[in-house]
């Protein structure tokens, strides 16, 4: 069987992560989102430990290595209160077509 639906998918998350990159390149190697203008994007990730979760993105930031960390805070709604602790989120685990909600949130910077 030819999963070409899944190599399409594959191909569309890369290039959300590399749109990604360079936005967070054009700010220095690192944006933080406002949480208090609400400004933080939430996306959908697949959390290993937890199942699928929305999860408010903090920060994202950029290494030298071109490796990006991505802080994040699931959402839960028990004891801990809305927003669980900040903790590093794999790329992996955002949902397909969610990284560029993470772009999106990041505005242009005029470089002239």
Same mark, same amino acid.
């Given at each position: 069987m030819n999963k070409t639906i899944y190599a399409a998918y594959e191909e569309l998350k890369r290039q959300e992560i590399k749109e990604l990159k360079n936005a967070v390149r054009i700010h220095g190697g690192e944006y933080v989102f406002n949480i208090d203008e609400g400004e933080a994007p939430s996306v959908l990730c697949n959390l290993k430990y937890g199942g =699928?979760?929305? *999860?408010? $993105? %903090?920060? *994202?930031? %950029?290494?030298?290595?071109?490796? %990006?960390? $991505? $802080?994040?805070? =699931?959402?839960?709604?028990? =004891?801990?209160?809305?927003?669980e602790d900040e903790q590093e989120i794999p790329l992996d685990d955002i949902a397909y077509s969610h990284v560029s909600l993470i772009t999106d949130c990041i505005p242009d910077r005029d470089l002239s």
């Open positions: =699928p979760a929305d *999860v408010r $993105i %903090l920060s *994202v930031s %950029l290494d030298g290595n071109d490796h %990006l960390t $991505i $802080i994040g805070q =699931p959402y839960c709604d028990g =004891p801990a209160g809305w927003w």
